[in-house]
């Protein structure tokens, strides 16, 4: 069967035909009206991956929901003609006042939807075939969902090209034809953020039980015998912490640039808070006094400092690919563990689970792409209490976007009228868009005003379940200065992952980010004010949210 698809495939490519697509079963035509149709083709694998496809998805669920205000439609039994039935069934409401579906139902949409190719393999001749199946689905433009694709977006946008110039818009990469969009991440910004919610969260004191926001008799000891204080993100028992993470396969703005964003975290941090004595009261008024102890590179060896960070092994940081149990194979989670590991920010979608189930004491993690304690931890028994939070590509913002954007959708045609998109001025196909917007490399931390809670709702966890609250917002004063220094500073840090995950690269993004602020600043930093939370403020924040629900 293989050979035979393998063969056809070829034929199809050859003869630029989509009358017969091969399959296993017959795809159905894509929902929508004419002119609206899009298609999310996965980065190889099942669309419910729980991660980049399904994200991916949930962007043309969410664009499905909304392509009335494209139109300037404002009456609800006009837009329900613009829109997929799918994305706007279920529980979803129309708001009068928005003039918009909200509360959409995803997982009734998901139900429903078909407007998805699954690719089943990470070859060429797959992709190729994925995409020929999109056309035959009557696609009026195509959603790659990743960086796997590079190596067929080629044939994917003369495709569309020859089915009408119709709009590919490319995820994760940058491919540049006048049919396609290419939306980069700045996933440095997204690692940096959940790298400092993770610092912050964990190196508070010890509690009574997770989040209770009621300090420890260990923790209330250690201050009175003014010792090295227990910690609440300690999982080996060390009175510090030390932090590990890997990618799957090396690539600067897909991967990397995540670990980066921790890994200059973590630089800023040891450099302005570590050897500092602080003093916080908790919801009991217990006060304790400490001094902050250094976050240790888990990676470079048992408490290793940042100096050893200089011509880096790739073994020690990639697990050569992205398939369940890479990381295993790999012994880099192995390694991870044995050098104690506290925390380990796993940037390689599933092998998340790798980390989780592996053997000896238990850290906690980082997830990444999207909010991974709603869908891995959901997953099995024990998971629910050890995602921190996680490294987050606003996938279904960024994904509607670009699709607003897209050329071959900027006429709807409805009983042989057509519509106008409000945005036919604002096309993006032949562009490459870099983080337009602040929501689209964040972490997924919850809110000063949700209290922590492992509840499940309709079998999942929700974001109350990530154990951080947050500590940064990047569209606010300080953080913006953060965000411009950071971005800037990896940028100019080579190509190359020798070149950027070193010394010499995190002291520039700590030279950078010092000219906006003060050694004597960072304490008294708080989110609202400063985009940014020092450690007072942040555990201000996280006591706030043990009172949510009292």
Known sequence: MKKLLTVLTTLIGISGSVSMVISCKVPTFSEGILGQRVLVVTDGGNIRDKTFNESSWEGVIKYGSQIHSNFDIKNELEARQFNYKSSIGGHTKWDEKQHMFINEDYEYAKQNSNNYVET??????????????????????????????????DYAADRMKKAGNKTVVFLDAQYKKDNVISVIFNSELAGFNAGWDAIMWANLP???????G??????IDASKSKTDMVLQGSTTGNKYISIGMFGGITNK??????????????????????????????????KVKYKLQPVYYANLGSKAKVEKLNDVNESSWFSKGFDVG??????????????QADIIFPVAGSQINDVLEST??????????????????SSKKGNETRFITSAKKNIVSASVY?????????????????????????????????????DWSISS?????????????????????????????????????????????????????????????LDKALESISKSIKDEEWEKLTLNNNGIAGIKNYWEMLIQSTKQGA
Do not use: C
């Not at 009621?214 to 923790?219: H, L, Q, R």
């Not at 995540?258 to 602080?278: D, Q, S, T």
């Not at 890479?326 to 050098?339: P, Q, R, T, W, Y």
């Open 253 to 286: 703005n897909a991967v990397d640039n995540y670990m980066w964003g921790l890994l200059a975290a973590m630089h800023v941090y040891n450099n302005r808070f570590a050897g500092k004595e602080i003093e916080l009261t908790d919801n009991k008024q217990n």
């Open 206 to 212: 010890k509690m009574t039980s997770l989040n209770s």
């Open 120 to 153: 089943p393999d990470h070859t060429i001749d797959a992709f190729r075939t994925s995409y020929n199946t999109a056309i035959y689905k009557k696609a009026d433009a195509l959603l790659l969902a990743g960086f796997s694709h590079l190596g067929a977006v």
């Open 360 to 377: 000896g004491h238990k850290p906690y993690v980082i997830g990444v792409d999207t909010d991974q304690v709603t869908s891995v931890g």
């Open 445 to 505: 931390s919850r809110k000063a005003d949700t209290k922590w809670s492992v509840e499940k709702v309709n079998g999942s966890l929700t974001n109350a379940a990530n154990l951080s609250v947050e500590s940064i917002d990047y569209s606010i004063d300080k953080a913006k200065e953060i965000e411009k220094n950071l971005k800037e500073t990896l940028l100019k840090s080579g190509e190359t992952f020798k070149q950027y995950l070193t010394k010499k690269s």
């Open 214 to 219: 009621e300090f420890s008799k260990e923790a």
């Open 326 to 339: 890479g990381a295993k194979k790999s012994g880099i989670v192995d390694s991870l563990i044995k050098n």
């Open 402 to 438: 670009a699709l607003n954007r897209a050329r071959s959708l900027q006429k709807a045609i409805i009983k042989d009228k057509t519509y106008t998109s409000k945005h036919e001025k604002e096309i993006k196909d032949g562009t490459t868009l870099v983080g337009e917007q602040a």
